[in-house]
């Protein structure tokens, strides 16, 4: 079975640009999740879409948005950009969000985001 | 309230030993999971170990353990004679049903030849 895949693997932009990540989940994952992991910050919440519908939201400001498509595919939006906004940006699916507390989430290999 | 602490930004460990990496969980949710995960310095996040708040004994997977200590709140990740390849940040989440999975800080381990 093929992992999670996140394109592009590597990002550069300038401030005030914006940029869609995209995402696969593992066949069968209907749930996806982002991350923004920074240096020392861990990994904090982006948002949760199951079944097209988003369920859960972290802190973020609406710059960050995302969607996710009835293959379950996932993209995310961030629109004028930031300089704090460079990061890995991590995408993970599970089985899904009312399945059992014990479907681990798997993760993608992270799209690095440069922000000049 | 942090959901998640990890107390321990760095950890040295000799090669061989058994090295504790400590996680404490906020939850008023009698229904919880604990995971563990390994992130290498490549980037990618890998799932170590899962222990579910009903579970009445603690969760090994090979030489990862976990330390289950309810009533503290803890779940400390045991790993026994630590190898080279085990340097690496370490990541302890939590997941409350419908909720999403709260991480914590990680501890970053190095294992000493």
């Known amino acids: 079975k093929a992992g999670v895949t996140q394109t592009p693997r590597y990002l550069i932009k300038t401030r005030g640009q914006q940029v869609t990540l995209s995402c696969s989940p593992i066949?069968?994952?209907?749930?996806v999740s982002w991350y923004q992991q920074t240096p020392g910050q861990g990994l904090q919440f982006l948002f949760e879409y199951f079944s097209e519908t988003q369920r859960n939201k972290g802190n973020f400001p609406g710059r960050f948005s995302g969607r996710q498509f009835s293959n379950s595919r996932s993209e995310m939006n961030v629109s004028t950009l930031e300089l704090g906004d460079s990061a890995l940006y991590l995408c993970a699916s599970s089985f899904g969000v009312g399945g059992a507390l014990s479907n681990e989430q798997f993760f993608g290999p992270g799209t690095r985001l440069t922000v000049l | 309230a942090q959901k998640i602490t990890q107390t321990q930004p760095g950890m040295f460990v000799q090669e061989k030993e058994a090295v504790t990496l400590d996680c404490t969980y906020d939850?008023?949710?009698?229904?919880?999971?604990l995971f563990w995960y390994k992130q290498p310095s490549s980037g990618e996040m890998i799932f170590l170990i899962y222990?579910?708040?009903?579970?009445?004994q603690n969760a090994t997977e090979g030489r990862y353990s976990l330390n289950f200590q309810k009533a503290r709140k803890s779940a400390n990740l045991v790993i026994s004679a630590s190898q080279l390849g085990d340097s690496a940040m370490y990541f302890c989440?939590?997941?409350?049903?419908?909720?999403?999975?709260?991480f914590g800080t990680g501890t970053s381990l190095t294992v000493i030849p």
């Open positions: 989440a939590m997941r409350e049903p419908g909720n999403q999975f709260y």
């Open positions: 939850t008023s949710d009698p229904s919880y999971g």
């Open positions: 222990q579910g708040s009903y579970d009445q």
């Open positions: 066949s069968g994952h209907r749930s």
